[in-house]
């Protein structure tokens, strides 16, 4: 069975910086993609950043280009986001979901639309603050 864990969240100064973690298991196929999410109070659930296990290409938002990076260790079975220059905007419940599937062969770099991952982590709260 797929599990995905976050963890890492936290509150954060404006400027700051804060690393993720999503530890996942369970993988029914070896072609697939890793995505963080986010949710901010009164605000649809948006794309942040993606990862393919394929080739190992990277996918950002607009919103975080520049400022977040996506990263996986494979050996740990986990994959990161390392988030600088931390804004209030940034502010959101963050998610880490997972699409799996031939189709991620050819999907890369990876998507960010959230019709395309089906499994998800219950979520973890990221507060930009001073």
């Known amino acids: 069975q797929l599990q995905l864990v976050e963890s890492g969240g936290g509150l954060v100064q404006p400027g700051g910086s804060l690393r993720l973690s999503c530890a996942y298991s369970g993988f029914p196929s070896e072609n697939y993609a890793i995505g963080w999410f986010r949710q901010a109070p009164g605000k649809e659930r948006e794309g942040v950043s993606s990862i393919s296990s394929v080739d190992g290409s990277t996918n950002y938002a607009l919103a975080v280009k520049g400022r977040f990076t996506i990263s996986r260790d494979n050996a740990k079975n986990t994959v990161y986001l390392q988030m600088n220059s931390l804004k209030p905007d940034d502010t959101a419940v963050y998610y880490c979901?997972?699409?799996?599937?031939?189709?991620?062969?050819?999907?890369?770099?990876?998507?960010?639309?959230?019709?395309?991952?089906?499994?998800w982590g219950q979520g973890t709260q990221v507060t930009v603050s001073s």
């Open positions: 979901a997972a699409g799996y599937g031939s189709l991620f062969l050819i999907l890369t770099p990876p998507p960010l639309d959230i019709r395309r991952f089906g499994s």
